[in-house]
Structures are given as C-alpha cells and as structure tokens.
C-alpha cells in the first residue's frame, strides 16, 4: 500500500490543522489506519488509530480531547483532526497501515505514507 501523507504546516499554539492519509489505487477499507510522529532524535511516537472493520478509535494520552481521526469512505481517506495545537505537537507526522486491526507501535504496521511536517510556534 503506498500511502500519501498531507496537511502540515505551521500554526500559532492553539490553531488547528488537519491531516489527510490517501491511499491512491488501494482500499483502505480492510486495514487499521494509524497516525504517528516523530521529532528529530527521538523514537517514532504512536498517535491515533482507526479500525476500519468497526470504525472504533484510539488516541494516546496526550491528544485525547484535541485530535479526532475519521475515515471518509467515499473519498478513500482518513483524516486527522487537531485542534488546540501545543508547541510540543511539533512533529513530523506519518499514516501507516496495518491489515485489517490497528496496532500501538511501529512494528504493528506495514506500510508508511512519506511524512507531513507539522510545526505549532508563535
């Protein structure tokens, strides 16, 4: 599955931003759908997940009330929502793909979109 990763930007502490995850030429229908982040010197870091076999969520602690993710069926995409961005957000963000249930580390996935970089600053 090659997936495409986009929506980051740059935006004040408290501004919003949303990421998409497409999958050109594959169904993402039969895969858990994962959104991860890293900053330079650091591990990889897990985000979010949905499943698309039941459309149940999960978030890590830290976002849990500022990001939603969502699938959106028609246009084969899932989306991150974020709003009441911290500078501590910043990150270099990556949707990956797991067949069929979500999985909480790097190594649960199989496919990785190329990355959207993500910077919340004043």
């Known amino acids: 599955v090659q997936l495409q990763a986009s929506g980051g930007g740059l935006v004040q502490p408290g501004g919003s931003l949303r990421l998409s995850c497409t999958a050109p030429?594959?169904?993402?229908?039969?895969?858990?759908i994962g959104w991860f982040r890293q900053v330079p010197g650091k591990e990889r870091e897990w985000v979010s997940c949905i499943s698309s076999r039941d459309g149940t969520t999960y978030y890590e602690n830290s976002v849990k009330g500022r990001f939603t993710i969502s699938k959106d069926n028609a246009n084969n995409a899932v989306y991150l929502q974020m709003n009441n961005l911290k500078p501590e957000d910043t990150a270099v963000y990556y949707c990956?793909?797991?067949?069929?249930?979500?999985?909480?580390?790097?190594?649960?996935?199989?496919?990785w979109g190329q990355g959207t970089q993500v910077t919340v600053s004043s």
């Open positions: 030429g594959f169904n993402l229908d039969y895969y858990g």
């Open positions: 990956a793909t797991r067949l069929r249930y979500c999985g909480a580390t790097p190594a649960d996935f199989d496919s």
